[in-house]
């Protein structure tokens, strides 16, 4: 199986300050998937990098695949409390079926 | 509106007693998965279904059961369950495979004393 180790596990900033999420494996992924989750709810996707080198931006978000496929970070500029949540990344898994794997999350807390 | 609905939301139970927690989807998709959520472990695959009458396992398929007799829905079963079992699931859709978009339903807590 698969493994996608995600780091810091745990981030508390103030309101305003830039941060860095890392997504990280030995193996290559066709695609990586970021989700953010809020307490009481499912996770709801927020981009999908495909090609190795890829740099996806979604307002303050910035999201980045490896060129080799290995790993992906996410960068968020300007932190605002809203960010705060569970950011989840996501990758298929196909060493035995077609089965979906997720980090352990990293979990950001943004002080106002 | 598109969604994927679970029920129930809350579930507290007693070892052995068993149960099933229903799963539906609107958007005619045909990849359905369960997925176990516990502190510090993300989310975990529990099953996953490609199609109407085809199943697999994902990485923690044990004291779990699922089918799919329908598209539309992808019930979870434990057959006997225990206290290892208590965790939050979540059944998620999405069209096909490979990068597209899961959608999650809104949870089910389950608690096995």
Redesign the interface.
């Known amino acids: 199986t698969q493994l996608l180790e995600q780091s810091p596990q745990f981030l508390s900033i103030q309101e305003g300050e830039n941060l860095t999420v890392y997504c990280n494996s030995s193996s290559v992924f066709s695609s990586l998937q970021w989700y953010r989750q809020e307490p009481g709810e499912g996770p709801v996707l927020l981009v999908t990098v495909v090609t190795g080198g890829e740099v996806k931006k979604l307002k303050r978000l910035t999201f980045q695949f490896g060129d080799a496929r290995k790993d992906s970070s996410l960068h968020i500029t300007a932190a605002q409390t809203g960010d705060t949540g569970l950011y989840l990344c996501a990758g298929d898994d196909y060493t035995g079926g077609f089965k979906t794997i997720f980090g352990a999350g990293t979990r950001l807390f943004v002080k106002a | 509106e598109a969604q ?1 609905t679970q029920n129930p939301r809350y579930l507290i139970t007693v070892t052995g007693k068993k149960l099933t927690v229903t799963c539906s989807q609107n958007m005619n998709h045909e990849y359905m ?1 369960w ?1 176990r959520q516990d502190p ?6 529990i099953y ?1 279904s ?1 199609n109407v009458e085809v199943t ?4 923690v398929p044990e004291g779990y059961k699922v089918s799919r007799k329908e598209k539309r829905n992808f019930p979870l079963i434990l057959e006997s369950p225990s206290p290892n079992q208590t965790s939050l699931y ?1 059944c ?1 859709s999405s069209f096909r ?3 597209y ?2 959608y ?4 089910t807590r389950l608690t096995v004393t």
């Open positions: 994927v998965s997925y510090g472990l993300g989310l975990r695959q996953y490609m697999d396992k994902g990485d979540f998620a495979r490979l990068a978009e899961q999650f339903g809104p949870g």
